[in-house]
T-cell receptor, first 111, second 113 residues
């Protein structure tokens, strides 16, 4: 069975600092990987996805993630965060049409 | 505008009073899902539907029902709500053509007292 682990429940960071949100998955088969963002009082919005090809994936709002098959990881990074990046971030894995989510990481950006 | 809509957005009800949360998508997607979001647990799938008249249980189906009579609509039914169903609920849809990207509705916050 597939599972997703987000090790950090909260990540506090100052504005303009770099950030990395960690995601590890377990699966015995090839998977598709996603990062979603949830701004306060809103639904989930797709940040980026890895289906195949280049292991470095670029998404919206300056975020990127790298698929590492040997380490079964899909960490999300941004070189310089803004206050507006404050949100909850969810990593998810899909084998078929079903998405399995991690428990989320709350990114809090301070001025 | 391509979107998934849910109604109501907020609902407070009492134990045992049947309720329905509606979900509709205008993207002609085949696959639709319901999730609940709880603090520290992320999103968990309740039910999903791969097409009209085809539904199946997700990870936490107990206490919920769904139907898929039309492609665009996928209502979530709580026949006898209980306080442990207090949660934030999301409907989502995906094309079903191996795209796997899910489009989410704005959420319904349900409180059962």
């Amino acid at each position: 069975a597939q599972s997703v682990t987000q090790l950090d429940s909260q990540v506090p960071v100052f504005e303009e600092a770099p950030v990395e949100l960690r995601c590890n998955y377990s699966s015995s088969v090839s998977v598709y990987l996603f990062w979603y963002v949830q701004y306060p009082n809103q639904g989930l919005q797709l940040l980026l996805k890895y289906l195949s090809g280049s292991t470095l994936v670029k998404g919206i709002n300056g975020f990127e993630a790298e698929f590492n098959k040997s380490q079964t990881s899909f960490h999300l990074r941004k070189p310089s965060v803004h206050i507006s990046d404050t949100a909850e971030y969810f990593c998810a894995v899909s084998v078929t049409d079903k998405l399995i989510f991690g428990t989320g990481t709350r990114l809090q950006v301070f001025p | 505008e391509a979107q998934v809509t849910q109604n109501p957005r907020y609902l407070i009800t009492v134990t045992g009073k049947k309720l329905t949360v509606t979900c509709s998508q205008n993207m002609n997607h085949e696959y639709m899902s319901w999730y609940r979001q709880d603090p520290g647990l992320g999103l968990r799938q309740i039910y999903y539907s791969m097409n009209v008249e085809v539904t199946d249980k997700g990870d936490v189906p107990e206490g919920y029902k769904v139907s898929r009579k039309e492609k665009r609509n996928f209502p979530l039914i709580l026949e006898s709500p209980s306080p442990n169903q207090t949660s934030l609920y999301f409907c989502a849809s995906t094309p079903g053509d191996r795209n796997y990207e899910q489009y989410f509705g704005p959420g319904t916050r349900l409180t059962v007292t």
